[in-house]
């Protein structure tokens, strides 16, 4: 089992920055491939940014591509969200998933390729 607790969320002004974490419980954080998701009102939960379980390879969403940063610390059990030229389209609750260890080590974009959930953190983005 793997509990993941995110943190770092807020209200910034567009073109702002911002820095998510995730913090994972359990003895097995570095077999597990990490992504972060975000859920906008109305919208479904979206894929923003995925990472192996080594951190050698990562994936991104087009729309946030040269302005996010995913990355992960096996030795802190942590996964970062490092955001950058932030716009109001950003704003979203945002969700950090792990994979069961089971699983490839591989990015993924799909939900259905996660196991764990945080509770979310939220993130506005004002113009």
């Known amino acids: 089992q793997v509990q993941l607790v995110e943190s770092g969320g807020g209200l910034v002004q567009a073109g702002g920055s911002l820095r998510l974490s995730c913090a994972a419980s359990g003895r097995t954080f570095s077999s597990n491939r990490m992504g972060w998701f975000r859920q906008a009102p109305g919208k479904e939960r979206e894929f923003v940014a995925g990472i192996s379980r080594s951190g050698d390879s990562s994936d991104y969403a087009d729309s946030v591509k040269g302005r996010f940063t995913i990355s992960r610390d096996n030795a802190k059990n942590t996964v970062y969200l490092q955001m950058h030229s932030l716009k109001p389209e950003d704003t979203a609750v945002y969700y950090c998933?792990?994979?069961?260890?089971?699983?490839?080590?591989?990015?993924?974009?799909?939900?259905?390729?996660?196991?764990?959930w945080g509770q979310g953190t939220q993130v506005t983005v004002s113009s």
């Open positions: 998933a792990a994979g069961a260890w089971y699983r490839g080590g591989y990015p993924s974009i799909h939900l259905y390729e996660y196991d764990y």
